[in-house]
């Protein structure tokens, strides 16, 4: 019983004591960690998505709540003059978790610009192809609002990447869903943006 | 004291030396070596991660009861780890990025839960850091020459700390060709074995 009690006891105060020192190390990195994801993975996904534009979207981005969770909007002025919007929606069921994908879209066309993967844990040489050769999401771009943007074989209109089926899903589910987000927030980007 | 004290430092550097001489950790070793970079990268963070382990299971050695006390080491480093992930993600997001999922999976690797089980249950705390650093450094010297090796032959470059190429073998070698089997899968267990046993023919006598 004694040595019963001991062990618990151990477990317990060693897990809390980790529990709590993990906490502190999260909070105290949590900005930077945030900062270094849009330098690395962010920023080279707008660029490319983008090419060059005239404002600084780091700057001017604005958060929108909806559902419970916060979505950031990076908002580009374009060479041509037209505005666009940038934001980053998470596809369910990747290979290795979530994929993240960041979409850009016309405000006055409502098309999407271009999409990029960004953060994911895919296979590499299969599923990170998506990232890595920019051909299968470029399938997305001139899409508008209303286009299906499932895959091929679920009656949609994009073709998957052979040997990466799984990811190529959870890709389009990012880009599905960045449909949905923006037709329903649209009335609060344009408020934001002015 | 200072005499043994150096013994248990430098046994990790030669006479135990982790991939070569215990071949434990193979893992990291065969996945992350495709550079120098990398492979400094990936034994740096093991490292940190054994010498606090090590202290911290020395320290309690005497307070964890017997019969939980893997479960003990695996929570007290998974903590270091979590700290080293978290840390990193931080300060050198790209490294991060390329290590990638073998920076959690330090966990398991049996050099670190090995030498908390094998040396710091039974030793001093002073003792069992030097036998971290020991058998850490050496684990990130190997991570290095096996990277070193890999990047020569499959790249032609020697690249660290920021894409500052130091060493290319075109200029040395006009007409070298990277031989890219050596920065793939099978070039790791290829490299790896020559290693051990050069190391073994110097160790013979």
């Not at chain 1, 286009?147 to 052979?162: E, R, T, Y």
Request: aromatic share 8%.
């Amino acid at each position: 019983m004694r040595e019963m009690m001991s062990m618990i006891i151990v477990l317990t105060v060693l897990t809390a004591v980790s529990g709590g020192l993990l906490a502190s190390v999260k909070s105290g990195t949590e900005d930077r960690i945030e900062q270094q994801i849009f330098k690395f993975q962010l920023a080279p996904a707008m660029n490319d998505i983008f090419g060059k534009v005239s404002n600084d979207p780091a700057k001017e981005k604005f958060e929108i709540e909806h559902e419970g969770i916060k979505y950031k909007f990076f908002p580009a002025k374009l060479e041509d003059g037209s505005k666009a919007v940038a934001f980053q929606t998470k596809g369910k069921g990747g290979y290795g978790g979530d994929v993240g994908l960041m979409v850009g879209i016309d405000l006055d066309s409502d098309q999407i610009v271009a999409a990029r993967v960004t953060t994911h844990s895919e296979t590499p040489g299969l599923g990170a192809r998506a990232k890595d050769d920019p051909e299968f999401v470029s399938q997305f771009e001139e899409k508008t609002m209303d286009a299906n943007l499932a895959l091929k074989g679920q009656g949609g209109s994009i073709d998957a990447m052979s040997g990466a089926t799984i990811t190529s899903q959870a890709v389009t589910l990012a880009a599905i869903q960045a449909q949905d987000l923006y037709k329903k927030l649209k009335p609060e980007i344009l408020k934001q943006i002015k | 004291m200072a005499q043994s004290l150096a013994k248990e430092f430098t046994k990790g550097l030669w006479a135990e030396i982790p991939p070569f001489r215990l071949v434990l950790g193979l893992c990291p070793v065969l996945a992350v070596t495709k550079t120098v970079e990398n492979g400094l990268g990936m034994g740096i963070a093991t490292t940190f991660v054994l010498v606090f382990s090590n202290l911290l299971v020395s320290l309690l050695r005497n307070v964890i009861p017997s019969k939980v006390r893997i479960a003990c080491y695996i929570v007290i480093i998974a903590t270091f780890v979590t700290i080293v992930e978290l840390v990193m993600q931080a300060y050198t997001y790209p490294l991060f990025l390329k290590l990638g999922i073998f920076i959690p999976l330090i966990v398991v690797n049996c050099i670190v839960l090995g030498r908390a089980e094998a040396f710091a249950s039974k030793n001093s705390p002073v003792m069992s850091v030097a036998d971290g650093m020991g058998i850490g450094i050496g684990f990130t010297l190997s991570l290095a020459a096996l990277g070193a090796v890999r990047e020569i032959l499959g790249a032609g470059t020697i690249t660290i700390w920021g894409g500052n190429s130091v060493f290319d073998m075109a200029t040395s070698f006009p007409g070298f060709n990277p031989f890219t089997f050596m920065v793939e899968a099978p070039g790791a267990f290829v490299a790896l074995g020559l290693m051990l046993a050069i190391m073994n023919l110097i160790g013979e006598k």
